[in-house]
């Protein structure tokens, strides 16, 4: 039951970072209400979804309707992150640079596609659970360089360089 949980949980994960670096764009300019203003807008957002979303599954019969809650909580961080970064670039704070849309469509499509490849492989947890120690230490190695391969490989046919890719290691 945790599993439905933590999935709708990481759906929201780049939106719950993106809120952690876009509000101190405010706070450098004073600007303390703002964020706030925001933050409260998402938080009646996410119990207007947690209502509906966990209706929703408990009609649908859906065995775990507890992870609407997760998923309230990621929809309602992007919005917190859609509208602090609208108010960013509007404000004139923030200007993206050239070529961040090529860079996220390559990589959206790069987790998609990592993502099925990983879905696939780890799809028979039955056999996961009797597998031995070893065993499974060897299955999530081979699991992991595989979804990286696919990932550095997805991204490069995209036409991201090496350097983009080695770019925030920095």
Same mark, same amino acid.
């Given at each position: 039951m945790s599993a439905y949980s933590l999935v709708a949980y990481s759906v929201g994960l780049p939106a719950f970072i993106a809120?952690? @670096?876009?509000? *101190?764009?405010?706070y #450098?300019?004073?600007?303390?209400?703002? *964020?706030?203003?925001?933050? /409260?807008?998402?938080?009646?957002?996410?119990?207007?979804?947690?209502l509906l979303f966990v209706g929703l599954l408990l009609y649908r019969g859906f065995e775990g *309707?507890?992870? =609407?809650? &997760?998923?309230? %909580? %990621? &929809?309602?961080?992007?919005?917190n992150a859609i509208l602090l970064f609208r108010g960013l670039i509007k404000r004139q704070v923030y200007? *993206?640079?050239?070529?961040? /849309?090529?860079?996220?469509? #390559? @990589?959206?499509?790069?987790?998609?596609?990592? =993502? &099925?490849?990983?879905l696939f492989m780890t799809h028979d947890t039955e056999s996961w659970l009797q597998a031995t120690a070893v065993l499974r230490v060897?299955?999530?190695?081979?699991?992991?360089?595989? =979804?990286? /391969? @696919?990932?550095?490989?997805?991204?490069?046919?995209?036409?991201?360089?090496?350097?983009?890719l080695l770019r925030g290691a920095k």
């Open positions: 809120v952690k @670096v876009l509000a *101190p764009g405010y #450098a300019r004073q600007d303390t209400t703002t *964020p706030v203003k925001i933050a /409260i807008a998402a938080m009646v957002t996410n119990m207007g979804l947690n *309707p507890h992870a =609407g809650l &997760a998923l309230a %909580s %990621s &929809a309602a961080a992007y919005l200007t *993206p640079e050239r070529g961040w /849309i090529r860079l996220w469509i #390559a @990589v959206i499509l790069a987790c998609t596609i990592m =993502g &099925a490849l990983l060897k299955n999530l190695a081979l699991t992991i360089t595989f =979804g990286v /391969i @696919v990932y550095v490989f997805i991204c490069m046919v995209a036409g991201l360089k090496t350097h983009d």
